[in-house]
C-alpha cells in the first residue's frame, strides 16, 4: 500500500509543473499555442491585445457574391443563401437586394478606401452584423502598426468598441505574395506598369485560401465587354445611377498610372478555373 501511494506521488510531482506550464501558455481564448498558430498566416487579427492570431477559416463550399450590375435580376438569393460560406466585397449591401443577391455574409473583403463607408454605418456593419468576419487590404502606410497607419487605427478603434467583431488585415508579406501572382501570371510587374490591384483580386486569393469549391457569381470574363451584344449595366448593383461595367473596365484597364487591370485579372481567374474548383454564374463562362 505504501508503495503505491509513494508511486502516485511521485507521479504527481511529475505531472504539477507540465499542467503549471501548460495553463501558464494558455491562451485567453482557451487554445494553445499549437492551436493559435494555425489558419491562414497572411490574415492577421486586429485587437487590442496584443497577441498574433491568423484567420481561421475553411469551407466546403464558398459564394462568392461580386458587387457588379450583373446581379440585377438573377434572381440568386435563395440560391446564395444555401451555401454554408457566403464572401461579399466593400460596403455592398444585402437589404433591398435579397432576391438577387442573398442576405447572409460569411466574410467581407474590404479595401482600406472603404473602410470609412462602413465607419459611417458602423452600427449595422459591426454591431447587427457581428457575426461576419471582416478581412481589409490596403498599403502599408495605412496599416502600420506603430500609431501612424491611419486605416489600421480606425479598425483598432471599431475592434475596441465591438469586441464581439472579427476583424483581420492582409499582412504585408501577403500583399506582396499577391503582386508576385500577378506577376507570375500576367509577365508584368504591377508596381511599373502602374496599376493596382482590384477588391476582387485579394478577394480571389482568399476564397482559394479556404475554400474547397468556389461559386462566383455575377463577374464577367475577360472578353464579355469586347462582345456586340453584352449586356449594359451598372459598375455596382446599388449605385444604378454611375458608370457602366464595361466603360468602368476598359478605362481603368488602360490608365497609365492608378488603374485596376479588372480585365487582365478576369484572364487570371479564368487560368485559375482549371486547376481550382471554380465556377461563374450569372454569367457563366466557357472555360
Known amino acids: 500500500m505504501k508503495s503505491l501511494m509513494l508511486r502516485w506521488l511521485c507521479l504527481l510531482s511529475l505531472s504539477l509543473p507540465l499542467l503549471f506550464w501548460f495553463g501558464h501558455v ?25 497577441m498574433e492570431q491568423f484567420l481561421d477559416m ?62 459611417k454605418n458602423e452600427h449595422y456593419y459591426f454591431q447587427e452584423s457581428a457575426d461576419t468576419t471582416y478581412v481589409v487590404w490596403g498599403p502599408d502606410r495605412n496599416m502600420r502598426q506603430d500609431g501612424k497607419g491611419r486605416t489600421f487605427n480606425t479598425l483598432l478603434r471599431i475592434a ?24 507570375n501570371e500576367t509577365g508584368k510587374n504591377r508596381m511599373k506598369t502602374g496599376a493596382f490591384l482590384s477588391t476582387g483580386f485579394f478577394t480571389m486569393i482568399l476564397a482559394i485560401d479556404m475554400c474547397d469549391r468556389l ?30 461595367e464595361c466603360r468602368m473596365y476598359k478605362v481603368h484597364e488602360h490608365t497609365q498610372r492608378g488603374g485596376h487591370r479588372f480585365i487582365t485579372e478576369k484572364a487570371i481567374y479564368a487560368k485559375w478555373a482549371t486547376r481550382h474548383k471554380i465556377e461563374f454564374k450569372h454569367p457563366s463562362w466557357s472555360l
Do not use: W
Open 26 to 50: 494558455m491562451t485567453r481564448d482557451g487554445s494553445s499555442p499549437a492551436v493559435r498558430s494555425t489558419g491562414l498566416r497572411g490574415y492577421t487579427r486586429i485587437t487590442p491585445v496584443r
Open 215 to 244: 461559386h462566383v457569381y455575377g463577374m464577367i470574363d475577360d472578353n464579355y465587354c469586347s462582345r456586340a451584344n453584352h449586356s449594359v449595366v451598372p459598375y455596382h448593383y446599388y449605385e444604378q445611377n454611375r458608370i457602366n
Open 58 to 119: 475553411h469551407c466546403s463550399q464558398c459564394a462568392l457574391v461580386s458587387s457588379s450590375g450583373q446581379m440585377i435580376g438573377a434572381g440568386a438569393g435563395e440560391e446564395i443563401d444555401k451555401i454554408r460560406c457566403v464572401i461579399r466585397m466593400n460596403n455592398a449591401p444585402t437589404q433591398g437586394y435579397e432576391r438577387d443577391v442573398g442576405n447572409r455574409t460569411s466574410v467581407r473583403v474590404v479595401s482600406h478606401t472603404s473602410v470609412p463607408l462602413l465607419v
Open 160 to 183: 475596441m468598441k465591438y469586441p464581439d467583431v472579427r476583424i483581420y488585415a492582409v499582412t504585408k508579406e501577403k500583399i506582396q505574395y499577391c503582386d508576385s501572382v500577378f506577376q
